[in-house]
């Protein structure tokens, strides 16, 4: 069975930091290519950043270039998003994707921030 386990949102002020992490099983995690994915409210769900298979970052929004950071350990079928410098504007909730022929998806987490 198929999992992607998001975790690690919560509230944080503005200026904070906060580190997601995908905990993925059920399916060769190293063969995929792993994505952040966030979708604030009345907002359609946008692209946030992409590593491939190799460990190959790239396609970071515009809105997060030089704030976060996305990494994956293959030894630990995770994938992680580093976020810092949040602001309020990056609320929302962040979803996981697993792509190769098909596209798994995580349930999401939460990212608030707020003073």
């Known amino acids: 069975q198929v999992q992607l386990v998001e975790s690690g949102g919560g509230l944080v002020q503005p200026g904070g930091s906060l580190r997601l992490s995908c905990a993925a099983s059920?399916?060769?995690?190293?063969?995929?290519?792993m994505s952040w994915y966030r979708q604030a409210p009345g907002k359609e769900r946008e692209l946030v950043a992409v590593?491939?298979?190799?460990?190959?970052?790239?396609n970071y929004a515009d809105s997060v270039k030089g704030r976060f950071t996305i990494s994956r350990d293959n030894t630990k079928n995770t994938v992680y998003l580093q976020m810092n410098s949040l602001k309020p504007e990056d609320t929302a909730v962040y979803y996981c994707?697993?792509?190769?022929?098909?596209?798994?998806w995580g349930q999401g987490t939460q990212v608030t921030v707020s003073s």
């Open positions: 590593i491939s298979s190799a460990g190959i970052t790239g």
């Open positions: 994707k697993a792509s190769r022929r098909i596209d798994y």
């Open positions: 059920g399916f060769t995690f190293s063969g995929y290519s």
